[in-house]
């Protein structure tokens, strides 16, 4: 079994940062693209940004310049780092990833983590 694990989400006041890790565990073959989502209550869950295997990314219009994510893949980790929070970035952040499985290495599946809340406020 093939989990994306989330972790450090938390409380924050405004202008302050965070820094997310996502892992994938389990039976692992490769893992390609991977991101993070969030989804503020009553909003639908978007793209917050995204990383290629190489390296590339793409962020939110809302967020650069604020945001960096990066990854491990020596450590199948995905980390979003969050400078100069604002109260409008709370909201519950989902780790994103397509995972080939030792089972099935060309087929990619998409998996999604269990989410980690980022609450910004003073």
């Known amino acids: 079994q093939v989990q994306l694990v989330e972790s450090g989400g938390g409380l924050v006041q405004p202008g302050g940062s965070l820094r997310l890790s996502c892992v994938a565990s389990?039976?692992?073959?490769?893992?390609?693209?991977m991101g993070w989502y969030h989804q503020a209550p009553g909003k639908q869950r978007e793209l917050v940004a995204g990383i290629t295997t190489r390296g590339a990314t793409n962020y939110a219009d809302s967020v650069k310049g604020r945001f960096t994510i990066s990854r491990d893949n020596t450590k199948n980790t995905v980390y979003l780092q969050m400078n100069r929070l604002k109260p409008e970035d709370t909201a519950v952040y989902y780790c994103?990833?397509?995972?080939?499985?030792?089972?099935?290495?060309?087929?990619?599946?998409?998996?999604w983590g269990q989410g980690t809340l980022v609450t910004v406020s003073s």
């Open positions: 389990g039976s692992i073959y490769n893992v390609g693209g």
């Open positions: 994103n990833a397509l995972v080939a499985t030792l089972t099935s290495t060309y087929d990619y599946t998409e998996l």
